[in-house]
């Protein structure tokens, strides 16, 4: 049987309540939902500005994955939560920017939410799974 492991890393925000950042078992990777957390400081960065929030929140989502052992290449599966349908295009926007500069190949999919978020100053929340070959 393969262990599930917890992903940590000091490169990206430090769970706030009772969750890994990530877990790995076997050579499935799931990134917790991150949002745009400054990684030394647990400050909310860029309010108001959904774009930015969104760069931030990849980045998070990144370090998790590269500590776990994958490249942003073996995610299969993004998952975007916005607080309003008015920031999907600039959000649609700053994700493909830093999907298409951090991909090479096939592009992962992507599930878009529109819904409530834990802290007020979020705008965006995303989540992932890589897999690992």
């Known amino acids: 049987m393969t262990e599930k492991i917890a992903i940590r890393t000091e490169f990206a925000p430090a769970p706030a309540h009772t969750f890994s950042q990530g877990v790995r078992k076997g050579p499935f990777l799931q990134v917790s939902g991150q949002g745009p957390v400054d990684p030394l400081t647990n400050e909310y960065l ?4 959904v774009a930015a ?4 929140t990849l ?10 052992g994958a490249s942003f290449d073996d995610v299969v599966m993004l998952r975007v939560y ?7 295009a600039t959000m649609n926007d700053a994700y493909g ?3 298409a500069a951090n991909t090479s190949g096939v592009l992962p999919c992507r599930t878009t939410v529109f819904t409530g978020l834990p802290r007020a100053e979020m705008l965006v929340e995303i989540d992932a799974v890589a897999v690992i070959a």
């Open 97 to 99: 920017a830093f999907v």
């Open 82 to 88: 916005l607080t309003t349908r008015d920031d999907f």
């Open 53 to 56: 929030q969104t760069l931030r």
């Open 46 to 49: 860029h309010q108001g500005d």
């Open 59 to 68: 980045e998070n989502v990144k370090a998790i994955i590269e500590a776990g």
